[in-house]
Structure formats: structure tokens, C-alpha cells
């Protein structure tokens, strides 16, 4: 067995580990659905009828409330990587003939499996809540990429930051800005509808484009520019977080 093939052998157990560990719990897996549509009933059924967006306010939401799943299913993944990093699983792997790189894989495929099975349900209760997207079929094979970048890109940012903290306590609020930052994007509202300063800012982070690509994509209108802008973003923080994740881990472990 080659290196190669060792690493995924070695990444496959690591994410059946990861697999046990959810199933064990699967409150982790409920808090990533549970509050996304309180989030979409909040905003659809009680503040929607304020805003103006030029199109159904639930079609407008959804591709937001998306994307904000991705970041509400990180908070497990953050502690996790950070307890095996300080009760001492990775070192018990040191006299082992295993890839201890096995382990972050293991953790950003996780986080991204569970995180795709959460945005297929909340998909389901946009549907029901009258959701009706226009997109063809290489345009959802395009909206699906898109939220698999994003959510490629925060599961790596989670691990480094996971690696990062001194604790797991700590490691769970590094996770918060992810979570957060999304409010402060076109989620609910478009960009230019927010006051000065706001309004700058909620144009050039990187939620904008992803949510503005995926919401072109799912209505049938996407925009090239900003697919371009949304896939650099997606590229870069991905880089980003492996690399940051690659450094903290070698220096740690």
C-alpha cells in the first residue's frame, strides 16, 4: 500500500470515528437544522412583510438561510478537533503507523456531510413554505457547487481555528463570527437597502457574492461576475484555513 492509498485508508476510519460520534449525539446535528428554520420562519412569517426586495421574500431568504446552516453546523467540529488535540488522541496516534493528517481530513469531510444533510432538510421546509426556484438543471448542479465550496472553505477555517484555541470551550466561540457574519451580508436584505459604512461592508465580505451567486443561480439569473468573485473567496479562505490548519497542526502535534 502506497503512501497515498495509506492517508485514505487512514482518513475513511478517521471519518467512521467521526461518524460514531455523531450518532452518539445527534443533538449536534438537530442545533444545525433547529435554528436555521426558527431563523426562516422568524424572518419569512414575522419580518418578511417589511422588506422589499422585488420578489417573493421566501425565494429572496432561502439561498441566505443556506449558506448560515453551513455556519451553524461548525460549532461540533470546532471542539472536536480541539479535544483530540488536548486529551491527547493525537498523541496516542504518534506510536501508531497511522496518517495523523487523517484526522482534519476526517473532520472537514464530516462537518460537509452533515452540513449537506441539514441544507437538504432546511431545503424541504423552504419548499413547503413556498419556495420556487427557477433554476435549470446545470444551474443546480452550480448552486450545489457553490454551497460545497463555501462549505469546503468554513469547515477548513473551523479546523484551524479548532487547532488554534487553548480549549474546547475557547474553540466553540472562534466558531461564532462564522455564524455571525452572514447578518451582516445580503441574507435578508439587499446590500444597498443598508445604511453608510454597512452598506460597504456587507458589499465586499465574502458571504455577498456566495449568497448573491447562489440566489442568481437558484432564480435563474446568474451573474458571471459574481460567480468569479464568489469561487475566489471560496478558493482563498479554503487555502487560507488549510494552510493555517497544515501550520498549527504540525506545530502542536
Sequence with gaps: ?????????????????????????PLTLLNAIIMPIFLMFLM?????????????????????LIIMTIGYGIGPTATGVNSDMTTGFINRLRVMH???AAVLNAHVIATMLRTLVAITLIIGVAFLM????????????????????????????????????????????????????????SAFVPA???????REFAEY?????????????????????SAITAIAWCAGLTLVG?????????KRA
Design 130 to 185: 413556498g419556495f420556487s426556484p427557477s433554476a435549470s438543471f446545470p444551474e443546480w448542479l452550480g448552486a450545489i457547487g457553490i454551497v460545497m465550496l463555501a462549505a469546503l472553505a468554513i469547515s477548513w477555517l473551523t479546523v484551524a481555528a479548532g487547532l488554534a484555541a487553548k480549549s474546547p470551550e475557547s474553540a466553540g466561540i472562534l466558531g461564532v463570527p462564522l455564524m455571525l457574519l452572514p447578518f451582516l451580508s
Design 205 to 225: 465580505q465574502p458571504f455577498t457574492p456566495i449568497i448573491e451567486t447562489l440566489r442568481g443561480l437558484l432564480t435563474g439569473t446568474p451573474s458571471a461576475g
Design 98 to 100: 497511522v496518517s495523523r
Design 242 to 250: 488549510y494552510l493555517w490548519a497544515r501550520a498549527t497542526f504540525t
Design 44 to 64: 419569512v412569517y414575522v419580518m418578511g412583510g417589511g422588506f422589499s426586495v422585488g420578489t417573493g421574500y421566501v425565494d429572496y431568504a432561502t439561498p441566505g
Design 192 to 198: 444597498d437597502k443598508m445604511g453608510p459604512g454597512v
Design 1 to 25: 500500500m502506497n503512501a497515498v492509498s495509506a492517508s485514505l485508508a487512514d482518513s475513511a476510519t478517521m471519518l467512521r470515528r467521526n461518524f460514531r460520534h455523531t450518532m452518539r449525539n
